[in-house]
């Protein structure tokens, strides 16, 4: 058989660990870490299993990836994004108009809270959670609330925040998250009760 009649070789395209990563927080944000398979990445990226192993030592690395990704892009980018400028009721107003417009992308996000300890991501996600209680708390206490009253404010909006992802498929329709946002906003704004 002539060179020419021979089938073309297939080649394996070469895949980047940023590719890996890409594509399995993809697979992260629409169904949560669970949805996080070598195998089924690799389909996704139209590779071998086996090009996983040139990047990650197992599903445990490529799990701590994402999930490190998911704090740059939903903890740490979010606030510097709405931190910068204006008063802090400005800047709250702004994270929290900022949490509720990323909310449909933040599926895996919903799934995450429930599922930390079964992918043993808890750490990442209790640091995450400390980070953005801080953060909403040292606003608050820049805002003039006494701090005692400004860290339970910033638990409850978390939660809130938490609490309305896991609730988006079971609100009324037609609930309007920019109400509910602002509802939030006023109440960690409110000023604090008598003692």
Do not use: C, N
Not at 100 to 106: E, F, H
Not at 158 to 172: C, E, N, W
């Amino acid at each position: 058989m002539s060179p020419s009649a021979r089938s073309p070789r297939r080649t394996t395209p070469r895949v980047t660990r940023e590719q890996w990563i890409d594509a399995a927080a993809t697979a992260f944000h629409a169904d949560g870490l669970a949805a996080v398979r070598v195998e089924a990445v690799a389909r996704t990226l139209g590779v071998t299993k086996g090009s996983f192993y040139w990047h990650f030592d197992d599903r445990r690395a490529l799990v701590d990836a994402v999930v490190a990704r998911w704090e740059t892009e939903q903890t740490e980018d979010v606030i510097a994004r709405t931190g910068a400028e204006g008063t802090p009721a400005d800047r709250l107003a702004a994270l929290f108009t900022d949490v509720a417009a990323s909310a449909p992308g933040r599926g895996g996000e919903r799934r995450l809270y429930l599922q930390a300890a079964d992918e043993g991501v808890q750490d990442a996600v209790r640091r995450v959670t400390a980070r953005r209680i801080d953060h909403v708390a040292a606003l608050l206490v820049e805002h003039g609330l006494p701090a005692e009253v400004a860290h339970p404010r910033a638990v409850v909006s978390l939660a809130s925040a938490v609490g309305a992802d896991q609730l988006t498929d079971a609100l009324p329709a037609g609930t309007d998250r920019r109400t509910l946002v602002a509802a939030a906003l006023q109440m960690a704004l409110a000023p604090p009760g008598p003692r």
